[in-house]
């Protein structure tokens, strides 16, 4: 590979979150109803782990008149590569994007809408948030956390009863799917809800947060990895703040 870099609902009784605006889009609007420009795709593919793999995607989205705004490397491995890209593509939607980039060798995994955050760390925005009020942590994660991991919505439950809510972020849906994957330890588990909800759950001191993707796509390991020490460095901070 060449050219690569690292880069509310709520219910009655559910606790009101902070108001943070959320970056992600919707059917080209962001979830407050608001427009927001530029509007991206952020497109997962995968691709021969080879020279020049990817140089023939730049090419093809060059040809196009698109533009590559951020790229992350996810997984490498027997061969192939997985990557995150986010494009601008004038006038095309997520069906155009996979036929440019298919036409490049690369094989579609999901493609959603999203919006630029290059050069941001969303992630420690949200734990800057969580030093600054401690007493917030969880409602505070639970609003950020569809920002950092590129998921539709997050909820909070109680670890006794995962039945009982706490927090909602924007879009989470008012009937939650069942079956909500609960971790039994510090180690995140995922499951595919109602053949639609790509889910995680993970363990926030005696509350578990779940993060769930509408159609994908899959939660990596590197992502879990990654889910795992911001929700361990958020639960620290809440502590010693």
Known sequence: MIGRCALPHTSPDATPLPRLR??????????????????LLRARVTLPDRPGAFLAVAKALADAGGNIVDIGVLAAGEGRAIDDIVVEVPGAG??????????????????????????????????????AEPSSALATVVSMAPMVFHADWAISTSGEDISHVGHRSVGSP??????????TGALPRRALLDGRWEVVGVTFGDHHLFLARDGGPTF???????LRRVIELARTLAITS
């Open 220 to 226: 990596l390991q590197v992502e879990l990895l990654q």
């Open 22 to 39: 959320d970056t992600r889009l919707r059917h080209g609007r962001d979830t407050c109803g608001v427009h927001t420009a530029p509007v």
């Open 174 to 183: 008012s009937t939650l799917p069942a079956g909500l994957p609960a971790p």
């Open 94 to 131: 997520d069906e155009r994007l996979r036929e440019i980039l298919a036409t490049a060798g690369a094989g579609v995994l999901s493609c959603r809408k999203t919006v630029r955050v290059t050069g941001q760390r969303v992630d420690l925005d949200l734990l800057q948030r969580v030093a």
